[in-house]
């Protein structure tokens, strides 16, 4: 069965320096990793996914199958990072068997 | 183009009640899936709707049932509501239109059981 951990429920981190949320995954087939966050008072939404190998709002994520990681980097945290960050699975190409990590909470400092 | 939408917002039961909870879906959108989410946790994937017919589903028990309109809007139902019920109900729409599909989500409905 299908499984993501986010080992940290909180991480805090000053203005201006690097954060990363870590995210790992239990999965034997292709899966399709994705980021969502939550802002106070807003509702989850998708920040990114491993297939986009894109960069949104300055984050990036990498596809790790060895080590089965799929840590969300930005080198430059801004106070309006602050949110609920999931790490999320998806084991089919419909979707269908989505599986959210447990979140963790991103409190940037000023 | 109109966003996700739930209804109620909040919701007070009492154990072995009934509940139904609704969600609109994003215009051109054609899935529903359902989540629940605890205090503290991610949301946990109930199931989810596609053409009005179950598509995939969660580790749920039958109580937790649901339906898809031929607008693709959705109820959720439960069943004989047991406290550890009491959660954040989370619905999201999507395209399927042959690959996984950025889902977008509601606001929730807070359900209580006392």
């Known amino acids: 069965a299908q499984r993501v951990t986010q080992p940290e429920k909180l991480l805090s981190v000053f203005k201006g320096a690097p954060v990363e949320l870590k995210c790992n995954y239990s999965?034997?087939?292709?899966?399709?990793l994705f980021w969502y966050v939550q802002y106070s008072r807003q509702r989850l939404q998708l920040l990114l996914r491993h297939i986009s190998r894109e960069s949104i709002k300055g984050f990036t994520a990498d596809l790790n199958k060895g080590e089965t990681s799929f840590h969300l980097k930005k080198p430059f945290a801004q106070e309006e990072d602050s949110a609920m960050y999931y790490c999320?699975?998806?084991?089919?190409?419909?979707?269908?068997?989505?599986?959210f990590g447990p979140g963790t909470r991103l409190s940037v400092l000023p | 183009e109109t966003g996700v939408t739930q209804s109620p917002t909040h919701l007070i039961k009492t154990r072995g009640q009934q509940v139904t909870l609704r969600c609109s879906s994003q215009s051109g959108h054609n899935t529903v899936s359902w989540y629940q989410q605890a205090l503290g946790q991610g949301p946990q994937f109930i199931f989810q709707y596609y053409r009005e017919e179950e598509n995939g589903r969660g580790n749920f028990p039958p109580r937790f049932s649901g339906l898809q309109f031929p607008n693709y809007s959705s109820e959720l139902n439960v069943n004989a509501l047991e406290l550890d019920d009491s959660a954040l109900y989370l619905c999201a729409s999507s395209w399927t239109g042959g690959s996984t599909d950025t889902q977008y989500f509601g606001p929730g409905t807070r359900l209580t059981v006392l």
């Open positions: 999320a699975l998806s084991s089919d190409n419909y979707g269908q068997n989505f599986v």
């Open positions: 999965y034997s087939g292709s899966p399709e």
